[in-house]
């Protein structure tokens, strides 16, 4: 059936939709009213009471919000994926599309108060909150939050970084930073309690105000509850706004009250007695504007309040509230119809006037509706099966019959209205007569399901009916019978089943469900339907052929239940289900739609079906074509063959450059060839960009593709080309003509591959269009590598797509069956389709191209038609080619054409007149067969000639006067797998699927012969005298031919599978052999060409045929992975060794399979993956061809597994063949799938190679040093955290939270009352209030490098240590700290651009890794960067400009990422290496160039758009060098690198190339390298191997250098970090000291001594003086002094310490060890006593308070307790108590020194008497010295809930015991009340260690806190605020 001469136009919408949803009614600045209903926004002039319809969303809207400028809208849609649209309310123009980062669906949208940024949040479970850029549709920041549903979501005025989201029983603030949202939950204190968070408000002065669901409003400033306005509503608060008079809010309780801006109430206005049809009104939404209050209903109204006029609200927009709504009919004779819902409400509507005219309410849910004919009964079906009938207009009830309960879901009056049938859930059919009411009906039952729509026939005499399960029906009402035979014409035609409507099915739907209703117009024939999907169709009527063609038309969401015509056929109203909404539409009969209206909706109105005409040959094949390849396989196989360590044999010297290429890629692509700049002609084959020059008949090659090439666009300024290709991930590179480098990659948007690109005419953007499903397109702003737009093609084949010219916004795509126009909005394109209408017939379209005023688009098609489009209708059809026409191009005077039929047409400027054509059947050549036809597929004019490709693969140029002439042979579609080289000559001859042979000239790189063959040919060989050459073919036969005029001389015919390999024996040609895939190989006399023999017992198809050199054995290979031997003639099977094979002399070898070339197969690889190789004529390079695209030549012979080789790269996926000519000097290549055949010219060792070598695989056996700390750092696992497996013993006892407390958790104890606590209280303490980190003794230099730097200010440095940035002044040793990192920080750079002053980025361990980026003049974040790196980042580094920023990962493979961190918008990543990279760094003089360096590599990177391509460091062998392990990077002018290495040389490379090495600059690893950007100059450090410390300062070309010894570092330092500026260097080491040395008198300045490596565990601080002493497992005990913030002395013990305290006098210092031993040591650190009593760790001492006892416990669960005599300083064992339940802990005396707490692993106390050592019970009445202990009643509280995961590890208590302190396994410090026996207790938290805080302690005076690190080996000095 034909496409309806009717069309449809969306006149108005009646309905809001006000349920589940809020804050969705605005003022426009125009005035109008904004509000969204089904799948359609209504924008609303409530004075001109017209309406304007937004309806490009596929499903329910549900949110909305309003630009701060009142003029634009986003609005949001429930769906899967779903869509935000951001569009102008001016013209309903979109202005970005925004998708792929929600699921569910849209629950909130708000715009920022600059109107920049737009903030989402969804209805996934977790919910995702994301922020955009919508102009730039480019997601800034998203967060995926484990909460509940979220309700709202707001900007902070003024303040774009900061947002506010609530919900269900949250509120949450967020600081939006780089890419990362920081979350903050609401704190709400002690007058707030948790429940749900309805709506949200900014007021003044920064509050922000949130409506609850008690009615309470909620005051809120930097996330803390401020306070709460109680009862401000009676239920939810729905809905608040703010205007500039104030607030308004509004609720469950149908009141609106006003508020000033600080929440004072003004007024309140209720519109409890407003008649709105409905009781209980709910206020969902409120918007106040001026004097207008607008507000929205749960009951679907919008009612606007003028608050000068209060008591008279208007109502705006009414409609059906929440449930289905099925039931609908028009009057007969007026303008008005019904609708019925499960609101339980009937409603009269004016379909002129836009209005409701009346409102009734029924006992329960309308489901079916019918007028009379006369117009004055209305029938009502009910969902329990009640029928009513009611007069109208009066709406008064006649008559009532009680249903049974099953719904009717029909009425029908009959023509004459003297019968009503009325159809039931049941299947029942009851006819009534109206003239008796109810009683006494006809009973149809003849329905199994429920009946779904009944008509009668125009006599009245026969109903017609349609039932649930495919049931179509007639009954006669006289007799109740069902009628088997169609009867009568039907009055009206309102059924889904029947001959008539089958076409309205679409082909093959089985559902017919599917379709809700229809409607009939008679008189024109039109019928309109309503479906499942949204839509409202319109067919011819009748429509019998199913998939009929037919207009469709949107905006209802999920199912339209039905439709009908009003009375005059003039309109039609839809009704939908879910949606509640009634869509009412104008009907235009003759198609003319007026102007006025051509804009209310943009409905998909074309044809939906696709004429049945046939697809040309060539299209068709084409379209079927499967890009899938195996290729992608290999990427696994590569990682798998890095991992493999072996030292492998060496590559062969000498190498290949590509010399020419035969080919052009033209059966699967289209406009792939251009004229450049420099007059060469550009094209593709393979994997290769080609630029030819066709004076000198030269090519140069861009070969960093790694696939096929599909697609190829110029740049406007014909110096940059766009190539794009296949692959899963594929990449499209921007390659400049000049020098063949890439620009730009860009990646991670298309599939399979991508078909087309096109510049934009400014040359800025790039169009692509992808190989998926759905064809994807995308716009990229290509510099940059950034995708500014991404939308869905279509489903059908997309062919081109060409941008519209001038205009930089619009695009136009063709493919199958369509034409697409496209324009740019914000993130996405929105997309019209070609309109053909009656002026052509639908087409294929295959190219495309703008005049050159951009106002007309052409496009050619598959029947060769020009089609002349405007806007997207077609106005004009012109014939031009016979056959598809493939190629446009414009001209600045006319256009070009080319197609199938081979002819080249010129066209005038209108394209109406063909000026000339040229055909390539002129060319001419005796030696040159002619096919058929040569369809053009390329076309580029230039120099005054025309240059054509052909689907062929072959280019030709056009002169003026009309010669042709071949410039590039190729073969066309089909594999290439057939090759022989001449023995005499530098003659090539290739065979094809695409049955032709042809004869090369390798020297002068043209085509001698192309003859055509009878069958596909797949092998070819000349003899060894160069006359006879055999060709084999598929189906199994051979041709022996003259090699002088290639006449037939004999057919051979004995298998019936391919013949894959022929060979003649040497010498004199005496036999020939040819293997087949039958698995044998026949052996012919070459004198007659009769069989000899036939080699049999290969168990699978015969692979290679060699020959040794006396011709008789001959060896083969298989598909079974065999290597087989022959004796010839007799073609007996012979066993050989591996030593026999090696003893003969072979004449050819082309094996793949023989142990003499084992190594050749890489690991992880299978039998087919090596398709075929050649030994080289002086027999010592064997040449490789894969099924991965690579070329490789190996030393021959290559025994060992996995040799080593030089790989090339030009051919795409199978190379199938590989030959060396006669003389070795070129190497031949033949690509399965890509059709080329490549000519390339062996060199030298000592030649150079071009771009098209490729690096060998990965070599990982350098020469390698060795170094101890070097293979420490690299051996570093980060994902184990060293609190997992702690050095103390945890015991499985019940922890203290988890325990009987024995007081009752509301007890009071005075602290100023001693005798009522258990610590004794000093009374020259304070009471201790907060904490402020004063001081960090700490450097984290045994992982890291590079991470301590100069500053602008004078005398400031940053590095860090734990999880803190530290900015210190030198001078003052004043420190401030850098406190949002999360974990340890381990790598650290400075900003040293101007621009970006003080600006620094450092990246932590973790997970999920962070950089965060921020100021060290205001310790403020800048920048968030995450999502990418896992486990941790262990380098970063800014560019030269410092707008970038590169990272290396700690995952396995070390990925690399370049950042736009200003943005947090990832630039660029890659995987790296599985080897550990070290460091990496910028080019200082670069924004594109950065080199990083690990172990055993050093490699030099490109930034290429959104690619970053690696190129490993070279190393020529004439150095005689080998790779070693890089640890640092320096650079010069010039492209020079430095690179220092594991055994003290620094290497030099000029770009990636080694040109000399600096031998031993220092005598160990070179561990820091430094370029000064001012004077150029170089500092290097690292480690010596005499243990010295030394720094040198060398000149810009590393040649001399100045040496500055370090003597003050501690013992064994290795420099790790150097920063130099105004004449000092600054050094990190190692061992955590940080040094300066000033240049010029070499002075060396302590800066910062630490702990080196080790976890610290021992803490103590001095009894009367400010002084704290550590000890760690780097085996030293140190003393600090916290006033003069410095290092007081270190001692270095035996072993690694755990515990010390001091003497009560300070006389003293015990240090406990792992091994067993107690050190006590003198004030200034020297050993007195050591005491070897134990066996185990000691893991506390402690003095008595007397200074009389030593008490020492450890892991061996034992307690000693030592006198200690003070004159002789003599320490005794007095006793020791044993077997104790769990080990030693903590230790605490009591006041009087008569016994001690003694804390165990199984959370136990012990308390033990001394001197004699026995254990007493629990004393309430004990007074402690001290209270360390974590295990006590008084400190229950302590523990947190999740305490089962992990330990509290310390405690102390001040000493005036109003507060302790814990540390714990997560890094936390924690300020508690004392006593805290309340579990769970509330305090303070103080954050800046990472992993655990192994010991706290309070200074004599309490005026410090003293925190230790164990992982992060710092020390944490903390000022007590009194």
């Known amino acids: 059936m034909s496409i309806p001469k009717a069309q449809l136009r969306l006149d108005w919408i009646y309905g809001y939709r006000g349920h589940q949803c809020r804050n969705n009614i605005f003022y426009t600045d125009e005035g109008e009213i904004v509000y969204f209903v089904a799948a359609s926004v209504v924008v609303y002039n409530p004075v001109k009471k017209l309406q304007r319809h937004f309806i490009e969303h596929t499903d329910d809207v549900i949110s909305i919000c309003c630009h701060p400028n009142r003029r634009y809208v986003a609005s949001g849609e429930i769906g899967s994926k779903p869509v935000i649209y951001v569009w102008d309310t001016h013209g309903l123009n979109i202005l970005s599309v925004i998708s792929g980062n929600h699921g569910s669906g849209i629950a909130a949208l708000t715009f920022s108060s600059s109107g920049d940024q737009l903030g989402s949040v969804d209805l996934a479970e977790n919910s995702t909150f994301c922020i955009y850029d919508w102009k730039k549709g480019r997601l800034l920041a998203s967060h995926t939050q484990q909460s509940e549903r979220v309700f709202d979501i707001r900007f902070k005025p003024e303040d774009d970084s900061n947002i506010v989201t609530c919900g269900v029983k949250h509120i949450n603030f967020w600081k939006h930073c780089g890419n990362a949202l920081d979350i903050t939950q609401g704190k709400l204190g002690k007058c707030g309690e948790i429940q749900s968070q309805m709506c949200l408000v900014f007021g003044d002065n920064d509050v922000c105000y949130s409506g609850t669901l008690s009615g309470d409003i909620y005051q809120w ?60 009104l709910c206020l969902r939404s409120v918007k106040w504007f001026e004097d207008k209050i607008l507000v929205g209903t749960k009951t679907s109204a919008i009612i606007e309040v003028d608050v000068k006029d209060r008591s008279r609200p208007k109502i705006l927009v009414c409609g059906h509230s929440e449930g289905e709504m099925w039931a609908l009919d028009t009057h007969p004779k007026k303008d008005n119809f019904v609708t019925g819902s499960d609101d339980n409400t009937i409603r009269v509507w004016d379909a002129m006037k836009h209005s409701l005219l009346s409102v009734s309410t029924m006992s329960d849910a ?51 209205g003297e019968h009503l049938a009325a159809g039931y859930n049941d299947g029942l059919i009851l006819i009534f007569n109206t003239s008796k009411g109810f009683s006494k009906p006809i009973i149809f039952r003849g329905h199994k399901e429920f009946v779904t729509h009944l008509d009668w026939s125009g006599c009245g005499e026969y109903l017609y009916s349609n039932a649930g399960i495919s049931e179509s029906k007639t009954f006669s009402v006289a007799t109740g019978e069902e009628v088997r035979k169609p009867c009568g014409i039907a009055s009206t035609y309102t059924r889904v089943l029947g001959d008539d409507v089958h076409g309205i099915y679409p082909k093959f739907m089985k559902d017919v469900n599917d379709i809700n209703s229809v409607d009939v117009d008679f008189d024109t024939g039109i019928l309109v339907s309503g479906d499942d999907y949204g839509n409202v169709n319109l067919f011819s009527f009748p429509s019998t052929k199913p998939g009929s063609k037919h207009r469709r038309y949107i905006g209802h969401s999920a199912h339209v239940t039905n439709v009908r015509y009003n009375f005059n056929k003039t309109m039609v109203l839809s009704i939908g289900g879910a949606d509640h909404s009634i869509f009412q539409w104008k009907v235009y009969k003759d198609m003319a739609v007026p102007h006025e209206h051509s804009h209310t909706v943009d409905s998909c109105d074309e044809e939906t079906d696709t004429s049945d005409a046939e697809l040309d040959s060539d299209i068709e094949q084409e379209t079927q074509i499967r890009y899938d390849r195996k290729r992608e396989d290999v990427k696994e196989k590569r990682v798998k063959s890095k991992m493999i360590k072996v030292n492998r044999p060496p590559a062969p010297d000498g190498g290949l450059n590509l010399d020419f290429v035969f080919g052009y890629r033209g059966y699967d692509c289209r406009n792939n060839i251009h004229f450049t700049a420099q007059k060469e002609i550009v094209y593709h084959v393979a994997a290769l960009g080609i630029l030819y020059n066709s004076e000198t008949h030269s090519q140069r090659f861009y070969t960093k593709h790694t696939d096929d090439i599909l697609c190829l666009s110029l740049h406007p300024h014909k110096d940059y080309v766009a190539t794009g290709q296949i692959g899963k991930d594929p990449t499209i590179h921007i390659w400049d003509t000049h020098n ?36 994807t397109v995308v716009i990229w702003g290509w510099r940059k590598g950034e995708k500014l737009a991404c939308v869905r093609g279509n489903k059908a084949r997309v062919f081109s797509i060409r941008w519209r010219t001038n205009v930089n916004d619009s695009l136009v795509s063709v493919g199958v069956k369509h034409i697409q126009f496209w324009t740019m909005k914000g993130g996405s394109l929105t997309s019209k389709r070609g309109i053909f209408g009656k002026v052509g017939k639908q087409a294929t379209m295959l190219c495309c191209v703008f005049s050159k005023s951009g106002d007309v688009c052409y496009s050619g098609a598959d029947n060769g038609m020009v089609y002349k489009w405007k806007g997207n209708n077609l106005v004009q059809v012109v014939p031009a080619h016979k056959g598809g026409l493939f190629v446009l191009i414009a001209l600045d005077k006319g256009f070009v054409s080319g197609g199938k039929d081979g002819c080249i047409s010129l066209w005038d400027e209108k394209f109406e007149k063909c000026l000339k054509q040229y055909s390539l059947s002129d060319f001419s050549n005796p030696n040159i067969e002619k096919p058929a036809t040569q369809s053009i597929r390329g076309i580029a004019l230039g120099q005054g000639k025309i240059i054509a490709g052909t689907r062929l693969g072959c280019i030709y140029e056009i002169s003026k006067a009309g010669e042709v002439d071949l410039l590039i042979p190729g073969h066309s579609e089909g594999e290439v797998w057939g090759l022989g080289v001449h023995p005499k000559e530098q003659i090539i001859a290739t065979v094809s699927d695409d049955k032709s042979l042809k004869i090369w000239d390798a020297v002068d790189r043209i085509i001698r012969v192309s003859k055509k063959l009878p069958l596909e040919a797949r092998s070819v060989c000349y003899s060894n005298c160069g006359k006879l050459l055999v060709v084999g073919f598929k189906d199994g036969s051979v041709q022996v031919l003259s090699s002088k005029d290639y006449s037939l001389i004999k057919q051979l015919h004995h298998r019936k599978e391919n013949i894959s390999c022929i060979s003649f024996s040497p010498c004199d040609d005496k036999y020939l052999a040819v293997g087949s895939h039958d698995n044998f190989v026949d052996l012919y006399n070459t004198s007659d060409f009769k069989r000899v023999c036939v080699c049999k017992g290969a168990s699978s198809y015969i692979t290679h045929i060699d020959w040794n050199k006396t011709g008789d054995l001959l060896m083969l290979n298989s598909g079974a992975s065999e290597c087989l031997f022959f004796e010839i003639p007799k073609g007996s099977r012979i066993p050989l060794k591996s030593t026999d094979i090696n003893s003969q002399s072979w004449e050819t070898w082309t094996s793949v399979l023989s142990p003499l070339c084992e190594g050749i197969w890489p690991p992880s690889s299978d039998v087919t993956d090596i398709n075929a190789a050649h030994l080289s004529q002086d027999g010592k390079i064997l040449a490789t061809a894969d099924d991965f695209g690579y070329v490789k030549l190996f030393e021959f012979p290559a025994l060992q597994k996995n040799a080593k080789c030089k790989r090339y790269v030009g051919h795409s996926a199978h190379v199938t063949n590989i030959r060396w000519t006669k003389d070795d000097s070129f190497l031949i290549t033949t690509g399965g799938g890509d059709t080329s055949v490549m000519i390339w010219s062996h060199r030298g060792f000592t030649q150079s190679s071009n771009n098209s070598e490729s690096d060998s695989e990965s070599d990982e056996s350098g020469d390698e040093a060795y170094d101890s700390d070097v293979e420490m750092e690299c051996s570093i696992n980060y994902n184990e955290k060293t609190y997992t497996n702690p050095i103390r013993v945890i015991g499985e006892g019940i922890r203290p939270d988890q325990k009987e407390s024995l007081y009752t958790p509301d007890t009071k104890i005075s602290r100023k009352q001693t005798k009522s606590c258990d610590v004794t209280r000093k009374r020259n303490c304070c009471e201790v209030n907060d904490l402020v980190l004063k001081q960090v003794y700490g450097y984290r230099g045994f992982d890291s490098r590079h991470n301590v730097h100069f500053l602008e200010s004078e005398n400031q440095i940053v590095y860090h240590a734990a999880g803190l940035g530290i900015v210190m002044d ?134 290429a758009g959104t690619a970053l391509i690696p190129k490993k460091g070279s190393i020529p062998n004439e150095l005689a060098v080998k790779m070693q392990t890089m640890l640092s990077i320096a650079f010069s002018t010039g492209g020079i690198t430095y690179t220092g290495s594991i055994s003290g040389d620094v290497y030099v490379w000029q770009d990636s190339s080694l040109i000399r090495l600096i031998s031993k600059c220092h005598s160990g690893p070179v561990l820091a390298l430094y370029t000064t950007l001012k004077d150029g100059l170089i500092v290097s450090g690292g480690k010596e191997r005499n243990g010295k410390c030394i720094v040198k300062l060398w000149d810009q070309s590393m040649k001399r250098s100045k040496t500055f010894p370090v003597d ?33 008198s070499g002075h060396v300045s302590i800066i910062q001594q630490n702990h080196g490596n080790g976890e610290v565990w021992g803490l103590a601080t001095h009894p009367t003086q400010n002084i704290a002493a550590t000890v760690s497992s780097d085996k030293t005990v140190r003393l600090w002094n916290l006033e003069d913030k410095r290092m007081e002395g270190v001692g270095y013990l035996r072993c690694c310490g755990l515990t010390t305290d001091f003497h009560p006098n300070g006389s003293h210092l015990a240090v406990g060890c792992v091994d067993g031993t107690v050190i006590i040591l003198s004030p200034n650190l020297q050993q007195i006593q050591l005491i070897r009593d134990n066996n185990k760790q000691i893991q506390c001492v402690k003095f008595s308070p007397s200074g009389k006892f030593l008490a020492v416990g450890g892991e061996d669960r034992l307690l000693s307790l030592y006198t200690v005599t003070p004159v002789t300083s003599t320490y005794t064992r007095l006793n020791t108590t044993r077997s104790l339940n769990g080990s030693v802990l903590q230790i605490d005396w009591a006041e009087d020194s008569g016994h001690v707490a003694v804390s165990l692993s199984s959370y136990t106390t012990v308390y033990i008497s001394c001197p004699d050592g026995k254990t007493v019970p629990y004393n309430p009445n004990f007074i402690y010295h001290s209270s360390t202990t974590m295990i006590s009643d008084n400190l229950t509280g302590i523990w947190p809930k999740d305490s089962n995961k992990f330990d509290v590890n310390s405690a102390d208590v001040a000493h005036g015991s109003n507060v302790v302190v814990t540390g714990d396994d997560f890094g936390a410090i924690k300020l508690f009340e004392y006593p805290c026996r309340t579990k769970y207790a509330k305090h303070k938290n103080y954050y800046g260690h990472s992993a655990h805080v192994t010991g706290v302690r309070f200074t004599h005076d309490d005026q410090y806190l003293v925190s230790i690190g164990g992982e992060d080996s710092c020390i944490f000095v903390w000022e007590s605020q009194m």
């Open 221 to 280: 400033r930097n996330g803390e509850l401020l306070s709460i306005t109680s009862h401000a509503h009676d239920g939810a608060i729905f809905s608040m706004d703010k205007s500039d008079e104030g607030i308004a809010s509004v609720g469950k309780d149908t009141v609106i009250k006003l508020w000033s801006n600080n929440l004072t109430l003004i007024t309140t206005l209720s519109l409890t007695n407003t008649n709105l049809g409905h009781d209980n």
């Open 366 to 416: 309308v489901r079916a509706l019918a007028f009379s004919p006369n117009g004055q009964e209305l029938a009502v079906g009910l969902r329990n099966g009640d029928l009513i009938l009611i007069e109208y207009p009066s709406m008064k009830k006649i008559a009532e019959l009680i249903g049974n309960g099953e719904a009717i879901h029909e009425l029908k009056f009959s023509p004459m």
């Open 740 to 775: 063949t480098s890439t620009i730009s990659i860009l990646k991670g948007q298309h599939q399979r591959g991508v078909c087309s690109v096109d510049f934009s005419s400014d040359g800025k953007m790039l169009a692509s269009v992808g190989l998926d499903d759905n064809h």
């Open 1370 to 1503: 030198i001078e003052t040793k004043e420190q401030q700290f850098y406190s949002e990192h999360t974990d340890d920080i381990i790598c650290l750079s400075v900003n040293k651009h101007p621009k970006y002053r003080n600006i620094v980025a450092s990246g932590q361990i973790g997970s999920k890794a962070q950089i965060l980026v921020w100021s060290t003049e205001t310790l403020k974040t800048v920048s968030i960067l995450q999502g990418f790196h896992e486990m941790g980042v262990c380098a970063v580094n800014f560019s030269s400009s410092g707008k970038l920023l590169v990272s290396i990962g700690l995952d396995e493979f070390h990925s690399v990422a370049v950042w736009q961190w200003a943005e947090g918008a990832k630039l660029a990543s890659v995987q790296n290496t599985y080897l550990r990279v070290l460091y990496c760094e910028f080019r200082p003089d670069s924004d594109s160039k950065l080199v990083s360096v690990g172990q055993r590599h050093v490699y030099f990177w490109n930034l």
């Open 1608 to 1640: 003050v570092a501690s013992t064994n330092s290795n420099v790790k970090a150097l920063s130099r500026s105004r004449g000092h260097i600054l050094t990190g080491t190692n061992k955590g000291d940080i040094l300066c040395i000033n240049e010029r």
